[in-house]
């Protein structure tokens, strides 16, 4: 098995590079550029895939197998950057369509494609977890994106005879983790206080090697049926609970108090970051029984999972 792999300098595309590595799967890593750090040989760089040559990428792709597309636009657009839908379309929707052609253009016949559970929505209502088949309700450009490129998928995989496989995760977490969770786990490493006490919520996190794993299970496997598969951790847990696991791995106890959710919202609300309450107490949980009728398990728990996560923020 050789995998194209874009995307392959992120977050996600560091672990898989990993693990391919050590299982002895070979690959081409499309990166926008190349890190001035980086000794891996197999990258390549090939810029911004919303405006790539086709053909050019095709001609990477040869030899290879499946393609894994990592690459896409998460992070939110700052202010004064341009239009939210379209930067977000750009490198989310057209980016894919361009692989997509070029996949097909270079005979490959495997295609994973990683989305995401904001595709579906934020929040779910309680002991209603997000499984596939359900309407989606994305409530952002990025979650509206990566909605529309899902249908892409979909449509020129099924019109071409492509075998095909969308993952839609929760909050992805790991070695290099960035944003909430980072900020998270360094509130409570430096014995922040924090009014995240007896919150009941259940929420659902993918640990970044758990999300690898699931990756190159469906890519390898020999009877897997085309679909979206949602991937996670086996644990659902609180936000509070988080929090005081992250204390234990760090060894430091979580200051945790409770606040009332209303006065919350309107901290929040004051502080233009009114969403954060949706993340903070709402329910955010999938359903992964598809994925592991399979035969796919998870091979890290969660604590595993935070273990690994701390030992990289120490170092």
Known sequence: MKLFITGAGG????????????????????????????????????????????????????????????????????????????????????????????????????FIYLSSVKAAGEWNP????????????????????KEEAERLVQAYCESHGMQYWILRPPLVYGPGVKANFYRLMEAVAKGRWLPLGGIQNRRSFCYVGNLVDATLYLVTAEKADSGIYYVADNEVVSTTELARRMGDVLGNRARLFPMPSVFVRLLARLAGKKDLVKKLFGDLEVDTHKLRGLGWHPPFTISEGLEKTVCWYRE
Request: charged share 25%; glycine share 12%; net charge neutral.
């Open 11 to 110: 977050f996600v595309g560091q672990a898989l590079r990993t693990e391919c590595r050590q299982r002895g799967v070979t690959y081409v890593g499309a990166v926008r550029s190349i890190p001035p750090d980086s000794s891996d040989p197999h990258l390549l760089r090939v810029g911004d895939l919303g405006v790539c040559s086709i053909p050019a990428l095709a001609d990477l792709m040869q030899s290879c197998e499946g393609v894994v597309h990592l690459a896409a636009r998460a992070h939110q657009v700052d202010k004064g950057e341009g239009d939210a839908r379209a930067l977000y379309r750009g490198i989310n929707v057209e980016g894919t369509r361009r692989v997509l052609e070029a996949a097909w253009a270079a005979g490959i016949k495997k």
């Open 126 to 145: 309680p002991g209603e977890p997000f499984r596939e088949g359900m309407s989606n309700r994305p409530e952002d450009e990025y979650g509206r994106s």
